[in-house]
């Protein structure tokens, strides 16, 4: 298991064990994260599982790919360090990944 943070917009944080091969919008919906809408179940349809990575784990998560660029000009907020959390997925070298959830999905 790798150990995932996510932040709530209210600051509430939850460390979940992930497991590897899932993607953190897996994890959030698994654990009822608020904020974390994931309408499009995970299909890179739709901008509603927006995060922001923590500073410290940019490098290790890496940038979006095109297709998810696109999907981020619809979120609401966007800034350097956003990805939507369906498309990171859980590996070990993620072990203690921090992302945050914004304020609201676009």
Not at 42 to 53: I, L
């Amino acid at each position: 298991m790798t150990q995932l943070t996510i932040v709530a917009f209210d600051g509430t944080r939850f460390d979940i064990d992930a497991e590897q091969g899932s993607t953190v919008m897996e994890n959030a919906v698994r654990h009822s994260v608020p904020g974390i809408d994931a309408e499009c179940g995970g299909a890179c349809a739709c901008a509603t599982c927006h995060v922001y990575v923590d500073e410290a784990w940019m490098t290790a998560v890496g940038g979006p790919a095109p297709m998810e660029e696109d999907m981020l000009d619809f979120a609401v907020d966007v800034r350097p360090n956003s990805r939507l959390s369906c498309q990171i997925k859980i590996t070990a070298e993620l072990d203690g990944l921090v992302v945050s959830v914004p304020e609201r999905q676009g």
